[in-house]
């Protein structure tokens, strides 16, 4: 491959002002595709595509476009797949076709899945992260990408929530957008109605809950308890048992109409000063002590997908 000549040398030729649209909701919603930028995200979104095909399901990348010096520094990335096509392109290309001010040389064009409620709750999931309109896609870039490291089986965007494949939220999953299972604008009696016939309990991460998520941690793992504890843990919900963790807005929290559908509303002790914490944060401690309950009862492996120990 001659790194001297790209194909595509035109950053206002029509096929990139097509690509670009995908930064936009609606460039996304007509194509039903969405951007992957950067050589670490287009990686993921190939592997993604090729455990598919490896499966007889249809893959996820559609086309990359890359700058010659880039696949000579990440050959992977050119490596040829049936039903994905690959085009060299000039820097000033590929700038004009993604969404970042300093771009990195590479761009995927990606199929957006058509993940429905039932395949998320058919299966059996233990652990399932629920994000109740929640609108900054850092926030739920940094939940998806929790949930993944977590080893949650699925995600699931309540109506109202932001788009998870905009450039910004996918760039903030560093990855783990290829890696879960995600439904999107599900009206949320209908989540409730599919956790209930899954037999997965609904937990409302919530700051003014009455039930402390250190005293079920401490109860999963069987240490004694403070008296003044021991009730609350009586009759709150047990840790290991299938759980779908509801986080809400930033501004509002949850509504009070998700509120009442949770089992329970699980509070996240603060020791310091700080009068709350960032959802992404909140979301990160309650998955990480339903997975950690859940592998130490056995539920769950306590390795990482490549063999890993989990967190390593």
């Given at each position: 491959m001659d790194a001297a000549e790209p194909d595509m040398t035109n950053p206002r030729a029509d096929r990139v002002k097509d690509v670009a649209r995908l930064a936009t909701r609606p460039g996304r919603t007509k194509r039903m595709a969405f951007l992957a930028e950067g050589p670490l995200a287009v990686r993921e979104a190939l592997a993604s595509h090729d455990e598919a095909a490896s499966a007889g399901r249809r893959g996820i990348v559609q086309e990359v476009f890359a700058t010659p010096e880039m696949l000579e520094r990440h050959p992977e990335l050119g490596v040829l797949r049936d039903g994905v096509r690959l085009r060299t392109a000039s820097a000033q290309v590929v700038a004009a076709m993604a969404d970042t001010v300093t771009p990195q040389g590479v761009v995927a064009v990606c199929?957006?899945?058509?993940?429905?409620?039932?395949?998320?709750?058919?299966?059996?999931?233990?652990?399932?992260?629920?994000?109740?309109?929640?609108?900054?896609?850092?926030?739920?870039?940094?939940?998806?990408?929790?949930?993944?490291?977590?080893?949650?089986?699925?995600?699931?965007?309540?109506?109202?929530?932001?788009?998870?494949?905009?450039?910004?939220?996918v760039r903030s999953t560093v990855g783990s957008v290829f890696h879960l299972p995600i439904a999107t604008a599900v009206p949320f009696g209908e989540l409730v109605e599919a956790a209930a016939r899954a037999e997965v309990q609904l937990l409302a991460a919530d700051g003014y809950g009455a039930v402390d998520l250190d005293a079920l941690q401490d109860a999963s793992a069987?240490?004694?308890?403070?008296?003044?504890?021991?009730?609350?843990?009586?009759?709150?919900?047990?840790?290991?048992?299938?759980?779908?963790?509801?986080?809400g807005n930033e501004a509002q929290g949850l509504a009070e109409s998700e509120l009442a559908a949770a089992g329970h509303r699980v509070a996240v002790p603060l020791y310091g000063v700080a009068e709350s914490l960032n959802v992404g944060t909140a979301a990160t401690v309650c998955l990480y002590a339903s997975a950690r309950a859940q592998r130490r009862a056995g539920q769950l492996p306590t390795t990482a997908g490549d063999g890993r120990p989990a967190g390593a």
């Open positions: 199929r957006i899945p058509e993940t429905t409620l039932d395949d998320v709750f058919s299966k059996g999931p233990r652990l399932v992260a629920v994000l109740c309109r929640i609108q900054d896609p850092g926030n739920a870039g940094t939940i998806l990408r929790a949930a993944d490291a977590a080893g949650a089986d699925a995600v699931v965007l309540i109506e109202g929530s932001v788009d998870i494949y905009n450039p910004k939220a069987g240490r004694r308890l403070a008296a003044g504890d021991t009730a609350v843990v009586q009759d709150a919900p047990r840790l290991e048992d299938a759980t779908a963790w509801l986080f």
